[in-house]
């Protein structure tokens, strides 16, 4: 009982010294955001050159605003889905991986087999063919012995003769007939120990790999790109060849020092005499794996057992610091609790704001009407078109047409009616047009020089009105709709702030970035 007093003691006063490196500077709705939170994210977002804050008062103002809906999501249930908990665990295992790894042995290993091949002929990928005898491991003595024969005679020939087709010898003998490129680390070692050292025209004497038996020749090569562009890719094949992370065996290795890992030897030794055991095999920061989790993993890894136990020991110990990862690496957890409320902001935004099959084109409309002035322009534009006709006869027509028909008729039905079947009469062109951009509007509506006619279609005039805005929500719907949404987020704001319970410590917030 007084050891877990001294214990419990113990944790209060490291939670006490805690909390008071790392005070509480906002609550929002009962929320908790410590000074370390608010500083990852205000340093973050300052040093985005699109960022332009006033100050820190201003920020603080638009991170409760953020925090206001992320609490929103919460009580909406939106991280309660399977969707989102499935996509927040994806996003969590990818991060983990660069903390359950040391990076510097995987790369290490990288440099090692880079200046390997470095050493053997400076080749980045080769162009091979070969002659190829499948031999399947159960191959009887005599037909391996038939295929060695062969290939010796074939090999024989051609070094006799060098004049001889090698690709003659492939389309004849070979079960592949192919031409490849290959790159390191995408054959078996086998392979690719002898034909990486090779020149371009060369030919290798004949040599076995798991598949089989090889006579290749080398048709072109590329140059060994520089460490720095391979590296990444070297890693992830030698991981993938040998199935086994050296960055992952390194980290093992250096949490098993970390957390006094200490093996049960009588254990051990039980299980490995009687096949099982229910005693404690190993313990990790005290706390015990016995030989019931051992089967239970074994299970569903068939290997040897000490394959299954050296595997069982390194998951083990991985899975006790991936859970532990919050608690030792705060940039961690808040790069967690970045994405986890980023996540939720987006998927209650979406659903307040940003959803466009919600918005109600009656909505939009009233509020086009309520707000048209802001969409006055400062100068007019002419909304109409401009004719260019052949000859008279055809402009007095098209103008006699165009009082008749509505505005959104006029482009195309024009056009279907004057012209013929291949006789162009008339070219329209039709839109909101400013100051500026066509010479006949800029002549005929804004006092503007007389521009040279078109060849063909001499006779010009324009038929339409200046206007100091749009008419319709229609025409400029796109900026409507986000002057909407806007104004939609403004009155969720209204509300979100009217029922929120907000404490700032004020005192707190004169130590951001400055402690």
């Known amino acids: 009982m007084k050891r877990n007093l001294s214990v419990w003691i113990a944790f209060f006063m490291v939670a006490v010294v805690y909390a008071q490196q790392d005070p509480v500077l906002i609550k929002v709705n009962g929320y908790d ?6 500083e990852y994210i205000y340093n973050k977002n300052s040093s985005l050159s699109t960022l332009e804050l006033k100050g820190l008062d201003e920020y603080v103002e638009l991170f409760i605003n953020f925090k206001l809906k992320v609490d929103a999501a919460r009580k909406a249930g939106i991280d309660t889905t399977k969707a989102f908990r499935e996509e927040l665990a994806g996003y969590r295992k990818q991060l983990a991986k660069s903390y359950l790894s040391d990076d510097s042995a995987k790369e290490e290993e990288a440099l090692a ?45 051609l070094i006799a003769n060098p004049r001889n087709d090698f690709s003659d010898f492939v389309n004849r003998f070979s079960d592949d007939k192919g031409e490849y490129w290959i790159g390191f680390l995408q054959t078996p070692k086998e392979f690719e120990d002898v034909v990486f050292s090779m020149k371009i025209g060369e030919v290798s004497k004949p040599f076995y790999t798991p598949q089989g038996k090889h006579i290749v020749k080398v048709l072109n090569k590329t ?130 704001i940003w959803d466009n099959s919600s918005i109600d084109e009656k909505d939009l409309e009233k509020y086009f009407v309520q707000h ?23 402009a007095k027509q098209v103008k006699k047409l165009l009082k008749k ?9 024009l056009a279907l009616i004057v012209n013929g079947s291949n006789d162009e009469r008339v070219k329209i062109e039709k839109g909101v047009f400013t100051n500026g951009v066509n010479p006949f509007v800029d002549h005929f509506e804004f006092k503007g020089k007389t521009p040279a006619p078109l060849v063909s279609f ?17 025409e400029i719907r796109g900026i409507v709709a986000s002057d909407y949404q806007n104004y939609l987020e403004e009155l969720w704001m209204k509300r979100l702030r009217a029922e929120a319970v907000i404490e700032i410590n004020r005192d707190v917030l004169k130590t951001v970035n400055n402690h």
């Open 458 to 474: 001499p006779y010009n005039f324009v038929y339409g009105r200046k206007k100091y805005g749009p008419s319709s929500y229609l």
């Open 405 to 413: 028909m509505p505005q959104t008729a006029w482009k195309d039905t």
């Open 223 to 352: 140059d060994l790109p520089p460490f720095a562009e391979m590296k990444g890719e070297i890693m992830k094949r030698l991981s993938k060849r040998s199935g086994v992370d050296k960055g992952a065996e390194a980290m093992v290795e250096k949490l098993k020092k970390e957390y006094g890992f200490v093996f049960n030897t009588d254990a051990i030794a039980e299980l490995k005499k009687n096949g099982e055991t229910n005693r404690v095999l190993f313990y990790i920061n005290n706390c015990p794996y016995d030989g019931k989790l051992f089967k239970r993993f074994a299970d569903g890894y068939p290997r040897s057992m000490q394959l299954q136990l050296n595997a069982f020991v390194a998951k083990s110990i991985l899975d006790y610091e991936n859970n532990l990862l919050e608690k030792k690496y705060p940039e961690f957890k808040l790069l967690m609790q970045e994405y986890k409320e980023g996540m939720m902001f987006f998927e209650i935004s979406n659903r307040e």
């Open 113 to 157: 087999y880079y200046n390997k091949l470095k050493k053997r002929a400076e080749t980045g990928n080769l162009q091979i063919t070969h002659i190829f005898k499948s031999m399947p491991q159960n191959v009887s003595a005599l037909k391996q012995r038939a295929i060695d024969v062969q290939l010796d005679s074939i090999y024989n020939a």
């Open 33 to 38: 955001v410590t000074r370390s939170e608010f």
């Open 372 to 394: 048209q002035s802001k969409y006055h322009w400062a100068k007019p534009k002419f909304d109409g078109v401009v004719v260019h006709a052949k000859d008279k006869k055809t």
